[in-house]
């Protein structure tokens, strides 16, 4: 018999945890169940998942309308292939869907994760401008400090700095990068291009027209690229400029998506729709990895005029009925409950609790969106340090670059979100 390593020294020999260095595996704790808001560890310590596990558990972990709809579906048809099949629970989902998203929104291809949506919606892009004629449009323009995900093409429109750039230069497609919106979501919009970053778009994608198939942006929400809040009427301006360019708007709602910054989606901070919106993350309420692509019938229509008609694209697992079911239960949950109101006491109340922070020494800003909570630091801030203090504190918190953060699952009682507060102010303190 080989070594014999208990479950933990397995998993720090064997197992990549992400962005992590295989060989120097920082703290990790071994989840043994979790329900609601809570992560229960090996040795019983119950920690609140502040972080909804990475944006996506905001009706808590194990919800029973989830996990039953999933223990429904693996009863009668857990998986078949979408090729010249189809089933109820793509179907009822799909109809769901419609029912909640942007009304031009009419067509919706079902993929794995959200990094494969993104690469949907830019084939996508890519695909309908080929139809209509424009064959060198393939590359993209997007706005820095920005983040898609992890796939070859997604990781292309990350942001160039923070993102994987440096290391993957030459691997990289070429796109187009335009600074963040600089006009912040709450200040008062100025008209005056030079100073409302739109000078700098139009002069973009005016100066490569017959390069740039899509802009592609996350509306009103950077998240990973730093949980930055800009102004919407950045956004009704870019859909005119894009018009005026034929370039197609692709809004990456994956991270604002579900009622996450108090709206629906991010896209109903403006007054204007994307032909293109990716979405993900929440789509299952965090219980099975799902994502969708959604786009108009100007774009669908287009490609399927188009040479050669087909698109291009078709996962094993396209439509998982499992992961479709699952979402459409999560869906009925969100749009079942007054979720507004829900999100609203949840974003007050981190307003008044995280405001004393804005008095501690290193804090740069403090802001708050929705059912998202911010305290940006004026320095990094280490994962691996904040996870022993958070603990101490009963919750689980992940800060990211200098931003210490929660999006709390809508579920969270009052209580157990001045928990997460607290724990929250105790790292900006301490690290
Ligand atoms: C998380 C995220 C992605 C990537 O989704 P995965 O499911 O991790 O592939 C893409 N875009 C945004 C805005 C995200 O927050």
């Known amino acids: 018999m080989t070594d014999v390593l208990s479950p933990l020294e397995f998993d720090q020999k064997h197992l990549w945890h992400p962005y992590t260095n295989v060989t120097k595996p920082g703290p990790t704790f071994v989840v043994k169940e979790a329900e609601g808001v809570h992560l229960t560890l090996e040795d019983g310590t119950r920690l609140i998942d502040a972080m909804s596990s990475w944006w996506c558990m905001m009706h808590g972990h194990r919800n029973p309308a989830i996990t039953g709809a999933i223990h429904q579906q693996l009863e009668t048809l857990p998986h078949v292939m979408f090729g010249g099949l189809t089933h109820h629970a793509a179907i009822d989902l799909g109809r769901k869907l419609l029912e909640i998203t942007p009304a031009s929104l009419t067509r919706i291809f079902y993929c794995d994760s959200g990094s494969v949506s993104v690469e949907v919606a830019m084939k996508m892009a890519v695909q309908y401008q080929h139809a209509m004629g424009h064959v060198g449009r393939s590359q993209f323009a997007t706005i820095r400090s920005g983040y898609h995900g992890d796939t070859w093409k997604a990781m292309s429109v990350c942001d160039p700095d923070t993102g994987m750039h440096h290391l993957f230069q030459g691997a990289l497609s070429v796109q187009h990068f335009v600074s963040r919106p600089p006009i912040r979501l709450g200040e008062e919009w100025n008209d005056d291009p030079a100073k409302n970053g739109l000078e700098e778009l139009r002069r973009v994608l005016s100066a490569a027209t017959d390069q740039i198939a899509g802009f592609i942006l996350e509306p009103v929400v950077q998240g990973t690229g730093g949980m930055y809040f800009y102004h919407p009427e950045y956004l009704n301006q870019a859909r005119a400029l894009c018009d005026e360019f034929g370039i197609l708007l692709i809004f990456d709602e994956i ?177």
């Open 255 to 431: 991270a604002t998506g579900f009622g996450r910054t108090g709206q629906l989606f991010a896209t109903g901070h403006c007054a204007v729709e994307p032909d293109i919106i990716c979405l993900g993350k929440g789509l299952t309420g965090g219980h099975i990895s799902f994502a969708t692509t959604m786009t108009n019938d100007r774009v669908a229509t287009g490609i399927g005029n188009g040479q050669p008609g087909i698109f291009m694209h078709g996962p094993t697992y396209m439509a998982n009925p499992l992961a479709c079911a699952a979402a459409k239960a999560a869906l009925d949950l969100l749009t079942g409950q007054d979720w507004q109101s829900r999100v609203a006491t949840i974003s007050s109340q981190m307003r008044t609790e995280l405001a004393p922070a804005r008095a501690l020494p290193n804090v740069a800003d403090v802001r708050v969106l929705g059912a998202i909570g911010v305290i940006e630091m004026t320095h990094q801030v280490s994962a691996d340090a904040a996870h022993a203090r958070a603990r101490d504190m009963g919750v689980f918190l992940r800060p990211f670059g200098k931003n210490i953060y929660t999006m709390p699952p809508y579920v969270t009682t009052p209580d157990q979100l001045s928990q997460i507060t607290a724990g929250m102010l105790r790292l900006a303190q301490e690290l």
